[in-house]
């Protein structure tokens, strides 16, 4: 009989799992979700009466309220979801190597391990198992021998593959509506019917066509390949904002005129001072380590040079802003306006503004720091894990961290944007400029076009700069 899921366990509350099984919770009344997390200070917010949840993301609070405690429920309490699910996803963290084998760039996959190994040791019962992590390509492979190799007698295990394609910011829009669901699936009889079971599940809400069914490896290799063009888009834009500081032509409106072309689009052209975030890195990284195992050393670098890129530009960016300040930042005053890899996030991974700052603390430049939903904690922690010689004390004497992007702007010699936050659009230049300081002798003309160069090569044109010169 084609399989129909009742219970779904998540295991891992983070970014990814959280959202997605709050959405899915939400959309199917019918089903119950349960996410499960080793982390019971992560668990807790989940579950705190105010729902203070653990991640900011526009629109999730709402939908956790309307579900939790009726057919969505968080628990840290992994062997009892795993025993009642009909299907698990796999939702837990995959960081790049930090040592051994493919250190800096395979994916480190013990915790996809040890979360399997679970399954494999407490399920009674059959079960599908959906990797939804993003993961090299084969790693459903090894999933399924860890879950065969561990397997009860009758019980059997079938692994799908189900990337999220969510971007931060606007995961609860992207779930609600997503451009596609792809599922990957064995093409055997037992796994095209664990694949129907999950895209019954999503056929709640998802208009048919855009539910996707492939081969397992299609399927891994789909997400890496997204994620690397989406990078490389950014990286080539950002390529060409080089050229045009070197010429005086507008990277914005290059941008404009080349996405005007329907086969190129306007989407994700903007020039930045470096993309960020957890997935974008990460998978280009595996991209190329998984074609240099495949001995392809063309492929693995053509898609390296996305990343150093990347590096040259966040780079440049810093040497821009030193330059701008007459070739010596010690001792100044920046203002670093955001802190988070993008708007509309509390999340900090592979942040720009990380390595920005870094770049001014290495010159010993003083640094303040505003950002609306990143905690004055994680700042440190970043800090600390970015300048792992420096004694935290030592940082705490050169970064300051404020409250609102005003305060953080009085009396700076410099002010970066390295989060296109949208209040940011908002501020008051004119009272910013009027509060900034001078360099003695310098003139309002070279003061007015300094702060403006800095201000400009951080952020496209969006904001205004036509403040006056003021007396
Ligand atoms: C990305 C993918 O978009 C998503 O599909 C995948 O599931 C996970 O990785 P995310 O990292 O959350 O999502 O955010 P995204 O909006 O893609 O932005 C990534 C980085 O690129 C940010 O630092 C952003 O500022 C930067 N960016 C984006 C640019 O520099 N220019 C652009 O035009 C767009
Ligand atoms: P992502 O952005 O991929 O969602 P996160 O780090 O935000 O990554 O979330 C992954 C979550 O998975 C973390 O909260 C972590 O505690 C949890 N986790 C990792 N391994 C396990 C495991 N074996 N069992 C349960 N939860 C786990």
């Not at 915790?111 to 399954?119: C, D, K, L, M, P």
Request: aromatic share 8%.
């Amino acid at each position: 009989a084609p399989v129909q899921v009742k219970k779904i366990c998540c295991i891992g509350a983070g970014y990814v799992g959280g959202p997605t099984c709050a959405v899915i919770a939400l959309k199917c009344p019918h089903i119950q979700v349960t996410i499960v997390d080793l982390n019971k200070a992560r668990v807790d917010a989940w579950n705190s009466p105010d729902f203070a949840v653990p991640i900011y993301e526009p629109g999730l609070v709402d939908v956790v309220k309307q579900c939790r405690g009726r057919n969505l429920f968080f628990s840290t309490d992994v062997d009892k979801a795993i025993l009642e699910a009909d299907l698990i996803f796999v939702s837990v963290n995959t960081p790049t190597k930090k040592s051994g084998v493919g250190a800096g760039f395979a994916a480190d996959l013990n915790y996809v391990e040890s979360a399997t190994r679970r399954i494999a040791a407490v399920a009674t019962s059959s079960k599908i198992v959906v990797e939804k992590s993003t993961v090299p390509c084969r790693t459903a492979e090894s999933m399924r021998t860890i879950l065969e190799a561990n397997s009860r007698p009758g019980t059997r295990f079938d692994i799908l593959s189900n990337p999220e394609f969510l971007a931060e910011g606007t995961a609860i829009a992207d779930l609600f509506k997503p451009d596609r669901v792809l599922i990957g699936s064995l093409q055997t009889t037992e796994g095209k019917e664990a694949c129907r079971a999950l895209a019954d599940v999503y056929a709640n809400w998802v208009p048919q066509e855009r539910i996707l069914t492939v081969g397992l490896w299609s399927s891994e290799l789909s997400k890496l390949a997204a994620n690397a063009m989406l990078a490389q888009r950014i990286s080539s834009i950002n390529a060409l904002s080089a050229i045009c500081e070197a010429t005086g032509a507008n990277i914005d409106e290059v941008s404009h005129a080349v996405g005007f072309d329907s086969r190129i689009g306007p989407k994700f052209l903007r020039a930045s001072v470096g993309f960020g975030g957890s997935c974008f890195q990460k998978d280009i990284l595996n991209l190329v380590y998984l074609s240099e195992s495949l001995h392809l050393p063309q492929v693995a670098a053509y898609w390296r040079q996305v990343v150093e890129m990347n590096e040259y530009q966040k780079s440049r960016f810093s040497k821009t802003v030193v330059d701008t300040l007459f070739n010596t930042i010690t001792g100044k005053h920046i203002a670093v306006l955001g802190f988070a890899f993008k708007a509309d996030t509390g999340d900090t991974r592979e942040s720009a503004a990380i390595s920005l700052i870094r770049d001014f603390l290495s010159e010993r430049a003083f640094v303040t720091i505003y950002d609306p939903q990143v905690s004055e904690e994680q700042i440190w922690q970043d800090l600390s894990e970015a300048c792992p010689t420096t004694p935290l004390e030592t940082i705490k004497k050169q970064v300051t961290i404020v409250h609102s992007a005003l305060e953080a702007c009085t009396q700076k010699e410099a002010i970066i944007i390295a989060t296109e936050w949208k209040e940011f659009l908002e501020i008051d230049w004119q009272t910013v400029y009027a509060n900034m300081n001078r360099f003695q002798g310098e003139g309002h003309w070279a003061w007015r076009a300094r702060v403006k160069t800095v201000l400009r090569h951080s952020l496209s044109s969006d904001i205004d700069l036509n403040f006056n010169i003021g007396h």
